[in-house]
Nanobody, 115 residues
Framework: QVQLVESGGGLVQAGGSLRLSCAAS????????MGWYRQAPGRQRELVAV???????NYADSVKGRFTISRDIAKNTVYLQMHSLKPLYTAVYYC?????????WGQGPQVTVSS
């Protein structure tokens, strides 16, 4: 089992940057595929970026070139660096850990991008 604690959300102006952090307790990150999802009001939760246990990454087309997912194995923490933010990126961002068909979720910090 793993517990996920996120930080780094908040209010930022359009064009600005934010970095979200997701600290995991329990097993080491290499045992999980770690993802960031977001859910805007009235919309379904969607995958933003994922870093697989082996270290490869994948991104939603809408954030390619703007967002970077990374991890610090020593700190057992995953990050989502977000640049050139747009108001339409306003959402609750959730950290997700997935292994052997079991998914764990963080509490989801709010990210608000003002125009």
């Amino acid at each position: 089992q793993v517990q996920l604690v996120e930080s780094g959300g908040g209010l930022v102006q359009a064009g600005g940057s934010l970095r979200l952090s997701c600290a995991a307790s329990g097993r080491a990150l290499e045992h999980y595929d770690m993802g960031w999802y977001r859910q805007a009001p009235g919309r379904q939760r969607e995958l933003v970026a994922v870093i697989f246990g082996g270290g490869t990454t994948n991104y939603a087309d809408s954030v390619k070139g703007r967002f970077t997912i990374s991890r610090d194995i020593a700190k057992n923490t995953v990050y989502l660096q977000m640049h050139s933010l747009k108001p339409l990126y306003t959402a609750v961002y959730y950290c997700n850990a997935r292994s052997l068909g079991i998914a764990y979720w963080g509490q989801g910090p709010q990210v608000t991008v003002s125009s």
